[in-house]
């Protein structure tokens, strides 16, 4: 227990300040991540989360603890929660954080203000090598960065989501050891976030 609580709190600050690792895995590519959940059925457990205000739900690999959040931003506290699932044995966590907020947040999420946000996370975490794409998909914007942290002589990957449509705010993350990222897990996570 006190090996995952270790991992969580390492985790809870990553997840806040940016992301991951010295040398990029190539499974990263967010093009094979979608093809390879297309062979890959959902675990017995998973759970769907669906936040209440939400404009989108994701499946986890199983049940998360959920907790209630409040997020300031330019002295504005917007509530939300946060969903967040660790597996001790596969040193991997599934976490979301939603928000929603008073404003039309997809009219000023372009792709500056998504780079901005998530290069800002990264410097201040001292993450290597972070990578950002932006899209606008069926799912509304999203900006992605992939990065990397050696944590204790261990490699992690970690991708984290930003997606936005009218006034939600949900950010998708998942972490685990290099030399297993993306597993199918966390690739049927990802791939697993709808619109309401």
Same mark, same amino acid.
């Given at each position: 227990?006190?090996?995952?609580?270790?991992?969580?709190?390492?985790?809870?600050?990553?997840?806040?300040?940016?992301?991951?690792?010295?040398?990029?895995?190539?499974?990263?590519?967010?093009?094979?991540?979608?093809?390879?959940?297309?062979?890959?059925?959902?675990?017995?457990?998973?759970?769907?989360?669906?936040?209440?205000?939400?404009?989108?739900?994701?499946?986890?690999?199983?049940?998360?603890?959920?907790?209630?959040?409040?997020?300031?931003?330019?002295?504005?506290?917007?509530?939300?929660?946060?969903?967040?699932?660790?597996?001790?044995?596969?040193?991997?966590?599934?976490?979301?954080?939603?928000?929603?907020?008073?404003?039309?947040?997809?009219?000023?999420?372009?792709?500056?203000?998504?780079?901005?946000?998530?290069?800002?996370?990264?410097?201040?975490?001292?993450?290597?090598?972070?990578?950002?794409?932006?899209?606008?998909?069926?799912?509304?914007?999203?900006?992605?960065?992939?990065?990397?942290?050696?944590?204790?002589?261990?490699?992690?990957?970690?991708?984290?989501?930003?997606?936005?449509?009218?006034?939600?705010?949900?950010?998708?993350?998942?972490?685990? $050891?290099?030399?297993?990222?993306?597993?199918?897990? $966390?690739?049927?996570?990802?791939?697993?976030?709808?619109?309401?």
């Amino acid at each position: 227990m006190k090996k995952y609580n270790t991992i969580i709190a390492i985790i809870i600050i990553f997840i806040i300040w940016g992301f991951f690792k010295k040398y990029r895995n190539t499974n990263t590519n967010s093009n094979i991540i979608v093809e390879q959940s297309k062979s890959i059925l959902p675990p017995n457990n998973s759970f769907l989360y669906k936040p209440n205000g939400s404009e989108y739900s994701i499946v986890f690999t199983s049940k998360p603890t959920i907790k209630a959040t409040a997020t300031s931003v330019d002295g504005i506290i917007y509530k939300g929660e946060t969903a967040e699932y660790g597996d001790d044995d596969k040193q991997s966590v599934e976490r979301v954080e939603f928000s929603k907020v008073n404003y039309d947040l997809a009219k000023i999420f372009d792709k500056d203000y998504a780079y901005n946000f998530l290069n800002e996370l990264a410097t201040k975490g001292n993450y290597d090598h972070p990578s950002f794409k932006f899209d606008s998909t069926e799912l509304g914007k999203y900006c992605e960065m992939t990065a990397f942290k050696k944590i204790i002589a261990t490699n992690y990957t970690a991708i984290y989501r930003f997606y936005c449509v009218k006034s939600t705010a949900f950010v998708v993350t998942c972490l685990c $050891q290099s030399k297993d990222f993306p597993s199918k897990e $966390q690739v049927l996570f990802l791939n697993s976030i709808k619109l309401n």
